[in-house]
């Protein structure tokens, strides 16, 4: 059988569409549908069932990814280990949120760029959790972090982290509101303050009240700008409450710039994802990265 049709087999299986596996492949559909349609009379069975949006593969063709993903994999190992003449660096291609992946991840994995026979050249891309999964699928990016887990056989996610989202301001705000009145009143009197927020909708402001206070923000954003980075700095001026994740505000809050409001029993939460496509993993220079981020994962707070 050859190897070519099932490497295209495969990576239909995974992608759940002719369009998306031919830009992930570099072939046009019509090659694509050309290549199943012949695998499919070699083995005298249909693989997938077309429908509107994209296949659905058939008890024969989920048997044969089953069976053959594992060694196709494999040999992708074996041909992107070979040594080379070290002449180029392979390059990974990273997306993810601004914030975190500028404080985070970004610094961890610059100490693999290094000309140690095992590095890489890195492009990181900015963007949210959809934009970045989008990317991800049809190959445009290595890896994605994202707060959203891709469903489907395509992509492959590890939870990578969980964030911590706290209730802030400057300090002459926190002067007027005590914690026990926070949480009797606390909507009322987020009618009465300024709001910092990313978004008119107030995700941040939003999730946390209906965590922690059970309940929805009646206010509007005083000041919205699309950066936890730039809704930090105006916290810190002055102009409002703001809901941010506590590794970006720590220094902050340590210098006194700003001030929790209230302390939760138990904080809101927000995890984030390390996605990759799958098979994609039997790449070293990728695998490296992913392994890298995951380790570093464990000392963040």
Not at 271 to 288: D, E, K, W
Request: hydrophobic content about 45%.
């Amino acid at each position: 059988m050859d190897l070519a049709l099932l490497r295209t087999f495969v990576t239909v299986h995974r992608a759940g569409s002719f369009t998306r596996a031919a830009a992930l492949l570099g072939l046009s559909q019509p090659a694509v549908t050309s290549q199943i349609r012949t695998l499919e009379r070699q083995l005298g069975r249909p693989l997938f069932l077309r429908q509107a949006r994209g296949v659905t593969p058939t008890t024969i063709g989920d048997e044969l990814a089953h069976k053959a993903a594992p060694h196709l994999d494999a040999l992708v190992e074996i041909a992107e280990g070979a040594p080379d003449d070290g002449s180029s660096l392979r390059t990974l291609h990273l997306v993810g949120p601004p914030e975190f992946t500028a404080e985070r991840a970004l610094p961890a994995l610059t100490r693999l760029t290094g000309e140690d026979g095992k590095g890489f050249a890195l492009r990181a891309s900015f963007g949210t959790a959809e934009e970045g999964l989008e990317g991800l699928a049809a190959g445009h990016h290595d890896l994605a972090i994202s707060t959203a887990r891709p469903r489907g056989p395509l992509l492959t996610a590890t939870p990578l982290c969980d964030e911590e989202h706290v209730l802030v301001a400057a300090p002459q705000w926190a002067e007027r509101i005590s914690p026990g009145t926070l949480r009797l009143k606390g909507p009322v009197l987020l009618e009465n303050l300024p709001v910092v927020e990313v978004h008119e909708s107030l995700p941040f402001v939003s999730r946390y009240w209906a965590s922690v206070f059970d309940s929805r923000p009646a206010a509007s954003g005083t000041v919205v700008v699309p950066d936890l980075r730039a809704v930090l700095s105006c916290a810190i001026a002055g102009a409002g409450l703001a809901v941010l994740p506590r590794y970006l505000s720590a220094s902050a809050l340590d210098r006194g710039e700003i001030t929790t409001l209230y302390e939760p029993a138990v904080p809101p939460l927000r995890t984030y994802f390390l996605t990759a496509r799958t098979g994609s993993l039997a790449m070293p220079h990728i695998a490296r990265a992913h392994e890298w981020l995951l380790r570093a994962a464990n000392d963040w707070s």
